[in-house]
C-alpha cells in the first residue's frame, strides 16, 4: 500500500489503480479532516460514482488537493473546494484521481 502525499506521484500511484493512504496538511478541510491526517483513497475508475459532497483528490489549476466535490455539472464536469467555502475551480473526471474510502485515525 502506497503512503504519500498530495502530490504526482500519488495521482501516478491511484492512475495505476493502486489505492493510497494520502496525508494532507493544511486547515482548509477542517472539521472533517485535521492537518496531517491520513485518509484511505480508491482510484477513481468509470464506473465509480462521483458525487456532490465526496472528498476526492484531484488537480485543479495545477494544484494537488484534497478537496470536497461542492457542486456536478452534466455528470462531467465538477466544482472542487474547500470545507470552508473557498471554491478552487471545474474540472473534468480526468483530473479526479482518487476518492477518499475511509478517514484513518
Known sequence: ????????????????????????????????LKSGQPVMTEPVKQDIPLNKGDIVFCKVNGHFYLHKILAVKNNNSYQIGNNHGHVNGWVSRNSIYGKVSEILP
Open 1 to 32: 500500500m502506497y503512503k504519500g502525499k498530495e502530490n504526482a506521484i500519488t495521482a501516478e500511484k491511484l492512475k495505476n489503480g493502486e489505492s493510497c493512504i494520502i496525508q494532507g496538511f493544511g486547515q482548509s478541510m477542517t472539521p472533517i
